[in-house]
């Protein structure tokens, strides 16, 4: 194997699929980067075998051929070379090396037989989606999946497909978040159901570029995203009926300034208890007062803001810091809130939404008790 | 004929003696008793062959008339009861007035005895039960009984007799007994005419640093509670020293030395399990409870005590302890010897004990030990005197002083178990599951007396099914779980939804750990006696951080900074350590910087 290629080039491609080889692994091999030179393209794969990422880039291939090697040094060296055309080879013995200008570098390499091969993703169905589209998606649901691996079926965002819309949401049983978008193409006719893991999606939202197809298959799931693929399995999971959970009749409704109110919670939970940071909500007409205080330290935190409230005055307690990670997802400058009771479910949603879009967030409240 | 016969007076008695006197020692405390019940402050007591040949107390109690010492060796002759109403009262040993006349017939016995208004004193000599002779001689006020050829004329009891080693073991048993609960009485001891000991009326503590030991003393904290109409005071081992084998463990209920089960295991709870299992704390507690509150007159030798309410009992004993206990805490460390093996008090280590010799064909006053205490008048001596007589207390050597950890500085995490810290004497290192499991038990037990846990409303209710035994058990710790917590509906006999879980913890799998808590509670053996203690356990355990759990720096700072502000902060609930620490001194040790 040989080729020539830039460093610029081929740092960029490093740092892609780098992200998936795993740190810790039994098989000794994921730490390898697979490197295969074919037709004037490089392509670069690694694999934690759940998730796998492979990215082209345009070479001038001299021999064709293919070597895995040690990802971590050979990223370092790359990394650190000058923007200049480097010429890397591979010999017999699997010996990797590099030349540039004035350096000359040697790293041992293993055979690409013994590299693991990537799924083959048999085609159930495809959607075509804009890429930024699926990144904020996936940005806006993510960050509410469990990592209890008790509950597989909630580490993973479920990619639901319901005729127009597509639907990905995110629980860990406490909060939820749900993104539906309708702006898409796909053969799919029935509906979907499919629970991807985290780890697959962190790579995808980085992809903003371009049109994005999913492939759904029986047991993985591909996103072609250009000149890189992801592959992931799926969760064989049941994913609970969410739908069930989500009240539909809060009749109070809140609307506030997302960045104050997100601001105050964050000043007013520094007096909560650190592992509850639970803060107590009162809400009348005019205004809304967070409190908060431990009951150990003796510490109290209080802030009375402006807001608009339309329904019978309620108090309501919560863990400030699901309410922050919620707010914090919303883009626009106020937010709603619609709320029941002090144990029902609070739904939080933009103050107006994107076009074809829809997002929302639910968190479970904590009894006060009294 | 009738078969049925009216058995003859010296018969009755002699099967009577079967019950009270079992073995010199018995006699012993039997005379004690009514030396004390006499108002005597000065006891000698004179033992000869075990106390098989002879057994002699002597007091300056009240003494009898000749009048009432010819009616006290019969049966049911006493003074200190009238009345079947004085029964509930008693504050006296005896009252049954069987003691003497099952001695006397089991016996020879001298009974010398002088009221202080009498001139002279009366001599009784009895045989076979019956007085035999009756004179009159000169003596001190007070009484002397002497008891020879114990057990002649019951030969079973007599060769099931141990070897005068033996004996003599248990009779001193008996005496550190009322040595501890008197102080106020002079107690000397003779055998085989050497004098042993001569305890001098002192107070408690000093009785108790003569008897017990300096060392072991500074090893205890003081308990004094009034609480639930009861008052107790005495002294506990610190948590940190734990004993391997049985730690010795005196309970005087008015006085009176008693043995009960419940009481020593409210001592062993009270330490928050900062013990291990099966360890058992070293104490010497004194009860003072209204009479009425229990029944001594369950046995003829009164050892055991039925408590109307065994419960209250516990309560008042446990919470005595507890509250003494929180004042202290202590930290193990990897100090050299203390980390790899037990290390032994010193008061058992290097001296030959008297009664160790038992195994070997030596006569007890012929050890050397027994002249050196008599002649040095050592006073260590009487304290390797009496350390002998029970099980040797091996004491689990950890470190004595506190040393705060500062939690402020660089933590890290060892393999998802250890929390690795910088403190100012070296390095701790903190157990994350059994840190948070001590954190959640004293949570709980919080929860169940002042404040409830909040409850973390579920989006997914989760729905549980329980055997029937099981939901029986469920129903009835409901309410302590809404304490807890988690907010449970329960449907038909069966079934329940958990609607909330506590805030306080990560939880995930409800129902595994509910499952997992319900079992836990059903097998700790003494959930009925103290179901709250039984549910903070399985609570803690079941729902604390598990070994392996990766943990962010602010989760670890706040794991840390939560487990100083417990009661116990060194010692898991199931009496594992939570800290260990390893000190520069101990590194320079090992890196040989200093030697
Ligand atoms: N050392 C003593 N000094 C004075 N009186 C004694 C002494 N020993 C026994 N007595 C008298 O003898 C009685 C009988 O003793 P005992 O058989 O032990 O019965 P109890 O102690 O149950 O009354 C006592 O009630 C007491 O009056
Ligand atoms: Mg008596």
């Given at each position: 194997m040989k080729f020539i290629v830039t460093q610029a080039d081929l740092s960029k491609a490093l740092v892609k699929v780098i992200?998936?080889?795993?740190?810790?692994?039994?098989?000794?091999?994921?730490g390898n980067i697979l490197m295969t030179a074919k037709d004037g393209f490089l392509n670069l794969t690694a694999t934690d075998l759940d998730v796998s990422i492979m990215t082209k880039i345009s070479v001038d291939v001299k021999e064709p051929g293919g070597i895995t090697v040690p990802s971590k040094q050979f990223n370092e060296l790359v990394k650190n070379l000058p923007n200049i055309p480097l010429e890397i080879s591979s010999d017999a013995q699997y010996k990797l090396l590099v030349k540039c200008d004035k350096g000359d570098y040697r790293l041992s390499g293993e055979t690409d037989d013994d590299y693991p091969a990537l799924p083959v993703v048999d085609e159930k169905g495809i959607l075509k989606i804009d890429a930024k589209v699926l990144s904020r998606m996936i940005g806006k649901t993510?960050?509410?999946?469990?990592?209890?691996?008790?509950?597989p079926a909630l580490t993973g965002v479920l990619f639901q497909v319901m005729g127009s819309e597509l639907r990905l949401v995110a629980t860990d049983g406490h909060r939820l978040a749900k993104m539906t978008y309708t702006k898409f193409e796909s053969n799919i006719k029935d509906t979907l159901n499919v629970i991807v893991p985290t780890k697959a999606l962190s790579e995808v939202a980085k992809e903003n570029k371009d049109v994005t197809s999913i492939n759904f298959g029986q047991n993985h799931i591909r996103f072609d995203m250009g000149d890189t693929q992801v592959y992931s399995r799926i969760l064989e999971e049941t994913y609970p009926d969410y739908e069930r959970v989500i009240?539909?009749?809060?009749d109070k409704k809140m609307t506030a300034e997302t960045h104050m109110l997100a601001d105050a919670f964050k000043r007013v939970s520094i007096?909560?208890?650190?592992?509850?940071h639970q803060v107590r909500m009162g809400m009348s007409k005019k205004d809304l007062t967070i409190t908060a205080e431990d009951m150990d330290g003796g510490n109290k935190g209080t802030e009375k803001l402006k807001v608009e409230f339309e329904g019978d005055d309620l108090q309501i307690g919560y863990n400030a810091h699901l309410l922050m990670s919620a707010l914090n997802?919303?883009?626009?400058d106020e937010v709603q809130v619609h709320f029941k009771g002090p144990t029902s479910a609070g739904i939080i949603t933009p103050s107006h939404q994107v076009e074809n879009e829809h997002q929302m967030m639910l968190v479970m409240p904590v009894r006060l008790n009294d | 004929m009738s078969k049925i016969k009216i058995l003859p007076e010296h018969i009755a008695n002699k099967i009577a003696a079967g019950e009270v006197v079992e073995r010199p020692a018995s006699v012993v405390k039997e005379l004690i008793e009514n030396s004390i019940d006499a108002g005597a402050d000065e006891i000698v007591i004179t033992i000869k062959g075990g106390g098989k040949n002879l057994i002699q107390i002597i007091d300056n109690g009240s003494g009898m008339t000749q009048e009432d010492a010819l009616l006290c060796?019969?049966?049911?002759?006493?003074?200190?009861?009238?009345?079947?109403?004085d029964l509930e009262h008693v504050?006296?040993?005896?009252?049954?007035?069987?003691a003497l006349a099952s001695i006397c017939s089991v016996a020879d016995v001298d009974i010398k005895t002088r009221v202080k208004e009498s001139d002279v004193a009366a001599l009784l000599k009895i045989h076979a039960g019956k007085i035999s002779e009756v004179t009159q001689e000169a003596g001190l006020a007070g009484t002397s009984i002497t008891v020879k050829n114990l057990f002649y004329n019951v030969p079973a009891r007599r060769n099931f007799l141990k070897t005068n080693n033996t004996e003599f073991r248990h009779i001193a048993g008996v005496m550190k007994k009322f040595a501890i609960a008197y102080p106020q009485i002079e107690f000397t001891l003779i055998h085989e005419d050497e004098k042993i000991f001569q305890l001098k009326k002192s107070d408690l503590p000093t009785r108790l640093e003569k008897i017990i030991g300096k060392d072991v003393m500074s090893y205890t904290l003081p308990v004094d509670k009034d609480q639930f109409g009861a008052h107790i005071k005495g002294y506990i081992s610190k948590?940190?020293?734990?004993?391997?084998?049985?730690g010795e463990q005196f309970l005087f209920l008015n006085g009176r030395p008693i043995t009960n089960r419940t009481a020593s295991y409210a001592v062993f709870s009270a330490y928050g399990h900062s013990i291990p299992k099966g360890d058992k704390p070293f104490f010497i507690l004194f009860l003072e409870w209204n009479?009425?509150?229990?029944?001594?007159?369950?046995?003829?030798?009164?050892a055991e005590v039925k408590f109307k309410d065994e419960q209250l009992l516990y309560r008042i004993v446990f919470h005595a302890v507890q509250d003494s206990m929180v004042t202290d805490a202590l930290i193990p460390t990897m100090d050299n010897q203390a980390s790899a093996e037990t290390a032994t008090l010193h008061l058992n280590d290097q001296s030959v004990l008297p009664?160790?010799?038992?195994?070997?064909?030596?006569?007890?006053?012929?050890t050397a030990v027994a002249h050196e205490m008599v002649h040095?008048?050592?006073?260590?001596s009487v304290v390797q005197f009496f350390s002998a007589d029970e099980q040797k207390t091996q004491v689990q050597k950890q470190l004595v002083q506190r040393q705060p950890v500062n939690p402020s500085t660089l933590v890290w995490q060892l393999h998802n178990r250890y929390i690795v810290s910088q403190i100012k004497s070296g390095i701790a290192i903190i157990d994350q599951h059994v840190a948070h499991e001590r954190i959640l038990y004293e949570r709980a037990l919080d929860a169940f007396d002042h404040n409830p846990i909040f409850s973390q409303q579920l989006l997914f209710p989760q729905t549980i099914e329980f055997t029937p035994e099981d939901y029986a058990i469920v129903e009835h710790i409901l309410p302590l779980m809404e304490k807890l917590g988690f907010v449970v509906k329960t449907f038909g006999k069966r079934t329940i939804v958990v609607e909330a879980v506590p805030a306080d913890v990560r939880l995930g799998n409800e129902q595994k750990i509910l499952l997992d808590m319900i079992q836990h509670y059903k097998d700790n053996e003494n959930h009925d006696l103290d179901p709250r203690d039984s549910l903070a356990k399985s609570f803690s355990c079941k729902t604390a951080i598990k070994s392996g759990d990766p943990l962010t720096v602010d989760e670890m700072n706040g794991l840390i900074d939560q487990l100083f502000a417990?009661?116990?902060?060194?010692?898991?609930?199931?009496?594992?350590?939570i800290i260990i620490q390893l000190t520069l001194d101990e590194l320079d040790r090992r890196f040989m910087r200093i030697t």
């Open positions: 992200s998936v080889v795993p740190t810790k692994t039994t098989l000794p091999v994921l993510s960050f509410s999946v469990s990592s209890d691996p008790l509950r009240p539909s009749n809060n007096f909560a208890n650190p592992i509850t997802n919303i883009d626009t | 060796v019969e049966r049911h002759a006493t003074s200190k009861i009238s009345a079947w109403e504050r006296s040993f005896g009252f049954r007035g069987e948590p940190s020293f734990s004993y391997k084998t049985h009479p009425e509150e229990f029944d001594v007159n369950v046995h003829p030798t009164k009664f160790e010799t038992q195994r070997r064909p030596v006569q007890f006053g012929q040095s008048g050592h006073e260590e417990c009661k116990f902060p060194y010692v898991c609930p199931h009496g594992r350590p």
